[in-house]
C-alpha cells in the first residue's frame, strides 16, 4: 500500500488562514478531496493521513467529517488544546469513530520551554494513553528541544515533520544533522520526509539540491522509520504534486524493495496503525 503521511485540507477564509502570505499567497483558495484525489490517482497512491491545518477542534472535526466520506483518506492528524485539563475527556470524543490517529500542536515559532510546560506533558500522556500518535512540526533550532521530550516519553510514538525545517541551500547545515542524528538514536521517533521543497530560498530547487538532505534524513532514520509526505497543498508554493512525489520515488531506487515500500507506505501504515 502506497501512502501520503502528510497532505492538508482547508476552506480558505482570510481570518483563519494569515499565514499564506509571500509565496503562499497563491495557496488562498479551497483545496478540498476533489482536488486531491486525481493527483494521487496519477502518483499510485491508495491512500493519505490527513493532518490539521488550524488549531481549532472545529477542524478536527470536519477533517474526521471528511475521512467518514471519502475512503483514501486513511486516517486524520487533528489538533487539540493538549494543556487543556480536560484534554481527556475531549480525546475520548474524537476517538469514537476511530479515524482520529494522532494529533499536532503548531509548535514552530513557540517559545524556548514550549515542549517543558507541566500542562503541555501531562496532555501527552494522555495521547499516550490512548494509543494516539504526536507530530513535532518544528524548525531546525527546536531539535534539542524536541529530543527532550520524545525521550521523556518513551511509550509514546512521535513523528518528526518536514525534517524539522532547515533551510535548504548548499551542503546541509551541520547543527541540524547533528541534532537529527541524536533525535533519531530515540526509537519511538519516525520521520517525514516533507516539506522540504518549501524551505528552499525562492522556492526553486532540483534534485541534486535536494538529494543530499534525503541522504542525512535516510542515514539517520533509516528506511522502516521514514515515510513519504507531500504537504499538499503547502508543497505546490514550490512544487507540482507529481514532480514531488516522483522525486522522493526515484531517491528510493537504490533501496531494497521490502525498505522502498516501508518509505513510500509501510512506515505509516504501521506508525498511524491503518
Known amino acids: 500500500m502506497r501512502l501520503d503521511a502528510h497532505q492538508h485540507f482547508w476552506c480558505y477564509t482570510p481570518a483563519e ?6 509565496p503562499l499567497t497563491p495557496l488562498r483558495r479551497d483545496f478540498l478531496p476533489a482536488d486531491l484525489a486525481p493527483l494521487l490517482t496519477a502518483s499510485g497512491i491508495d491512500g493519505t493521513i490527513a493532518v ?9 472535526r470536519w477533517l474526521l467529517s471528511l475521512a467518514k466520506s471519502h475512503s483514501f483518506i486513511r486516517g486524520v492528524v487533528g489538533w487539540v488544546p493538549l494543556a ?4 481527556g475527556p475531549m480525546l475520548d470524543a474524537l476517538t469514537e469513530e476511530n479515524r482520529l490517529r494522532g494529533v499536532r ?33 518544528i524548525f531546525a533550532h527546536q531539535l534539542e528541544e524536541a529530543t527532550r521530550l520524545v525521550g521523556r516519553h ?18 546541509p547545515p551541520a547543527a541540524w544533522r547533528a541534532q ?5 538514536r530515540r526509537e519511538n521517533v519516525c520521520c517525514k520526509f516533507s516539506g522540504v521543497v518549501t524551505e528552499v530560498p525562492g522556492g526553486e530547487w532540483t534534485a541534486a539540491l535536494l538529494r543530499p ?36 520515488t526515484d531517491c528510493t531506487t537504490t533501496l531494497a524493495p521490502a525498505e522502498r515500500a516501508s518509505v513510500l507506505g509501510g512506515t505509516a501504515a504501521a506508525f498511524y496503525r491503518l
Open 52 to 60: 490539521q491545518a488550524r488549531q481549532t477542534l472545529q477542524e478536527t
Open 213 to 248: 538532505y534525503w541522504e542525512e534524513t535516510l542515514a539517520a532514520f533509516g528506511p522502516h522509520r521514514l515515510m513519504f509526505g507531500s504537504d499538499w497543498p503547502v508543497c505546490l508554493a514550490a512544487s507540482g504534486y507529481v514532480r514531488w512525489h516522483a522525486f522522493v
Open 154 to 171: 518513551p511509550q509514546q510514538a512521535f513523528v518528526l515533520d518536514h525534517i524539522a525545517k532547515p533551510v535548504v541551500q548548499s551542503v
Open 180 to 184: 537529527l542524528q541524536e533525535l533519531a
Open 84 to 87: 487543556d485539563p480536560q484534554i
Open 105 to 137: 500542536q503548531v509548535a514552530q515559532g513557540q517559545p524556548p520551554g514550549f515542549f517543558d510546560d507541566p500542562a503541555f506533558n501531562a496532555g501527552i500522556r494522555e495521547v499516550t494513553a490512548r494509543g494516539l500518535t504526536y507530530d513535532l512540526l
Open 17 to 22: 488562514f494569515d499565514w499564506l502570505e509571500g
